[in-house]
């Protein structure tokens, strides 16, 4: 192996360790969506969109406070960014999110043409972009899209998690 072999190698990982710190800085601030989301008894899944290393928006779930099915995180964030951008086409930007999306989020982050996607936990029941559905990936659609998946995936579970076994247990205490 040559000397600039080596030097590639090296600052590939140099770049692969700072990306996924920041993409962990990201996904903590999604968490805290996710958290004040869960907070309003809706389910925590928390999302934001950065584009240039700025905070373009944040957002967690509220289809049940403002009675709208659409009100997941992702959308709310692409709304909100589409206003603050003055541009429906979200070229450039990374979306950070803490379960994978759905099928309606997934739509929506291709047609907003959002450059990368990262996400924390997978969603077996209705994941669109590996679980059960490989949307986010189908080389057919005219947006290719970067994915990145497992970021801070225990925590993001675990909110979830927790989420759902007090309510269950929440239930259980009601006569």
């Known amino acids: 192996m040559t000397r600039q072999q080596i030097d590639d190698i090296e600052t590939e990982t140099a770049f692969s360790l700072s990306l996924q710190a920041e993409d962990e800085k990201w996904m903590q601030i999604a968490l805290k969506s ?30 049940i406070l403002l009675h709208d099915p659409t009100a997941h995180a992702e959308i709310r964030v692409l ?31 291709i047609h907003a043409r959002v450059e990368r996607l990262v996400y924390g936990a997978t969603d077996p029941k209705t994941g669109a972009v590996c679980s059960l559905y490989p949307i986010g990936s189908d080389r057919r659609l005219n947006h290719p899209l970067i994915i990145t998946s497992g970021i801070l995936e225990a925590e993001c579970s675990d909110l979830l998690r927790t989420f759902f076994q007090e309510k269950r247990a929440a239930r259980k205490q009601q006569p």
């Open 34 to 63: 996710a958290k004040a989301a869960s907070d309003l008894g809706e389910v925590p899944v928390g999302a934001v969109l950065v584009k240039d290393g700025n905070l373009i928006a944040a957002a967690g779930n509220q289809p």
């Open 79 to 109: 709304r909100t960014a589409a206003q603050q951008l003055h541009n429906y086409r979200l070229p450039g930007s990374t979306l950070y999110v803490t379960l994978e999306p759905c099928l309606m989020c997934i739509g929506a982050i």
